[in-house]
């Protein structure tokens, strides 16, 4: 193993340090100088602001990130009600609006007002006790390959058309944000004939993919010329790859709000390190990583990279209330 000099000193304390090694309750040993952050793979993928956070969050307070990946959002917060307060982690990043009742009427989030909170655009403030605080947002959409797809459709119901037949990539509402945020989307437009809706769009869904950056990685593979992100994802492939091929199309219906969150769990091993961690999500040097690595918009006003020119912005923002554990059950017997 080779350590750089801040990691080997921060090594080398915890070896001849008696106060600086805890347990986490499972008889793992943990040094004060790191945080266990609980997200989404994408955060921490290669692509991701994962590590770079990590490296600038070090070099400010010697604080170390450990993060663990557990796939989509539905997956993180699964997992986190399954060990309770037996989890192994001090953190939660990514649970968005959707999961935010589910994951606040568990009791495992302790209230912890981070320094800057009030940067946060007001309109974004999920839980005003402050027990899951706002790190980015964006808005759904469906994102099309205009070089395949000339017409792109304008609505829900456009997409049911025969022209989009087998051509639409989906992520699995039980277990990825985005495909909740979907679901939520259709409920929000059709009401109780939202059953008949997903009969009626079955014929254009090639594949409905467990997470976002599978069914994503499948749409830049060019398995299907439609897929479910966001309005801000055509600035990722002008950013990178100098193209203005991927859009997002607008929708009269308007387009939901995802707002993404983080909090500090009550059972927390290192509250100390998690709060610190906390304060500097809000920062600028931890916000101005979210629009080139995330690809979502900061909470706080700073400047958006060029690139985000192209991501369009619908007029109507719409903010439905998430799918029920019922409604998803139903949608299971639908879709099978």
């Not at 005003?128 to 119901?157: A, G, T």
């Not at 437009?189 to 009626?200: F, L, M, N």
């Not at 909090?263 to 390190?273: E, I, W």
Request: proline letters at 8%; a negative charge; aromatic letters at 14%.
């Amino acid at each position: 193993m080779i350590f750089s000099k801040p990691l080997l000193a921060v090594f080398l304390f915890s070896l001849v340090s008696p106060f600086s090694l805890f347990s986490r309750g499972n008889g793992e040993k943990v040094s004060v100088n790191e945080v266990v952050v609980w997200t989404y793979d994408s955060f921490n993928s290669e692509w991701g602001p994962g590590q770079m956070v990590a490296k600038r969050f070090f070099e400010q307070t010697g604080v170390a990130v450990r993060w663990v990946s557990h796939g989509d959002t539905g997956a993180v917060l699964s997992r986190l009600l399954l060990e309770g307060e037996s989890a192994n982690a001090d953190v939660i990043v990514g649970l968005d609006q959707n999961y935010a009742e589910k994951a606040l009427n568990s009791g495992l989030f302790e209230p912890y007002k981070p320094v800057g909170m009030e940067r946060i655009f007001p309109e974004l403030l999920l839980d005003l006790s402050f027990r899951l605080i706002p790190f980015d947002y964006s808005y759904f959409s469906i994102v099309y390959d205009s070089e395949k797809i000339p017409n792109p459709p304008k609505s829900l119901e456009d997409l049911t058309s025969p022209d989009y037949a087998k051509k639409l990539i989906l992520m699995d509402p039980r277990t990825s944000s985005p495909g909740l945020g979907f679901f939520a989307w259709i409920k929000a437009v059709y009401g109780k004939d939202w059953q008949a809706y997903w009969r009626r769009l079955s014929p254009s869904i090639l594949t409905i993919a467990e997470s976002w950056d599978t069914g994503y990685g499948l749409f830049t593979a060019g398995e299907a010329p439609l897929v479910l992100s966001y309005t801000t994802s055509p600035g990722y492939h002008l950013e990178y790859e100098g193209t203005e091929r991927y859009k997002a199309s607008l929708f009269t219906e308007g387009h939901p709000l995802q707002i993404e969150t983080a909090g500090l769990l009550a059972n927390a091993k290192n509250k100390d390190a998690a709060k610190k961690f906390l304060d500097f999500m809000l920062s600028e040097q931890f916000q101005e990583l979210i629009p080139l690595t995330n690809w979502m918009y900061p909470v706080i006003n700073i400047p958006l990279p060029d690139s985000f020119r192209i991501n369009p912005k619908s007029d109507k923002s719409l903010a439905p209330p998430p799918p029920s554990q019922a409604d998803l059950d139903e949608w299971t017997a639908v879709m099978r």
